[in-house]
């Protein structure tokens, strides 16, 4: 099973500001980590090729130092890691940013599962997952609490407030899952330090 994980560097504090002539968020100046719930859908990535085996890309949209973002995703494990990077991105929405993750998908040769994160911490939109599912024309299932893969489709819980609802798509299919899906992992030093040292991201 082939898996592509977007995941997104967001800035390490809540406290940031806001430029009201651009609509953005002001960056500048504030150290970035990996999105803690596109860690979820990492873990579950993860957790899925320990079952049935295939390949996990880890593919993010963003500066150069959101290569971070990847390489802590390759400590953890991932195969592949692909940073899209141009300075006509800066100040993307999230339409913009689905588009051009859309794009990249369509050049990965295959996949049967596309994870994202429920949403990033910064915008807290959770449109992008989504949205790149209308984009590249896949079923979408959200908010998922609990995955399972059979041989041609998937199923997972979504946790709602009048119970949990069972939803079942043919894949390839889009998920997008709830930090109360898992407890990501957290690697070992030589983990990191290869992931640095030895490790690409393309």
Known sequence: MDIVV?????????DIGWDPKTGTLIREGVGGILNP???????????LREQHGGLITALSMGPPQAEDALREALSMGVDKAILLNDRLFAGSDTLSTSYALSLAIKKIPSFDLILCGKESWDAMTAQVGPQLSELLNL?????????TVNRN???????REDGVRILEASVPALITVEK????????PMDSIMEAYRDKEVQ
Do not use: F, G
């Open 6 to 14: 977007c995941i997104k560097q967001v800035p390490e504090t809540t």
């Open 180 to 187: 109360e899906i898992n407890q990501p992992r957290i690697p």
């Open 153 to 159: 489709s998937v199923k997972i819980k979504q946790k």
């Open 139 to 147: 079923p979408q299932l959200t908010y998922a609490t609990v995955i």
């Open 37 to 47: 719930n596109d860690k979820n859908a990492l873990e579950a990535a993860l957790q």
